[in-house]
């Protein structure tokens, strides 16, 4: 219902992927999201990886619209890393075609040396 009556009005295009619908809150309650005095599940994303793990989520009020630019940032930098095997790291804002940087101990609390507040690489 909601591509047919958002998504397509607002961009003209179906949904790129296969959505969920979960009527009966089962996979919400799953996931602890199910409001069961409402009867609804709340507003949340969960991006799980081809293995199946949980390697993010958000929970969000009802009223707070999300952001499908940091969702679709997110999902790259997830991939990066998982092709990396594990061998690089995505900071915060990171954007697809930055630089990554290399975990270990050694990063521990120097990140900020790699990079600027403002989020510019130095």
Do not use: H
């Amino acid at each position: 219902m909601w591509n047919d009556k958002e998504l397509k009005e607002a961009s003209g295009k179906d949904m790129p992927f296969p959505m969920l619908s979960d009527q009966n809150g089962n996979i919400g309650k799953q996931y602890g999201v199910y409001d069961e005095e409402a009867g609804i599940n709340g507003r949340a994303k969960f991006i799980i990886d081809p293995d199946g793990v949980l390697q993010g989520f958000e929970v969000l009020t009802p009223a707070l619209g999300r952001s499908v630019s940091e969702t679709l940032r997110q999902i790259r930098a997830l991939r990066v890393i998982r092709d990396s095997q594990g061998k690089s790291a995505c900071p915060s804002d990171w954007k697809e075609g930055d630089e990554t940087l290399t975990p270990g101990e050694d990063l521990v609390g120097n990140v900020w040396k790699t990079i600027k507040k403002d989020g510019d690489k130095q």
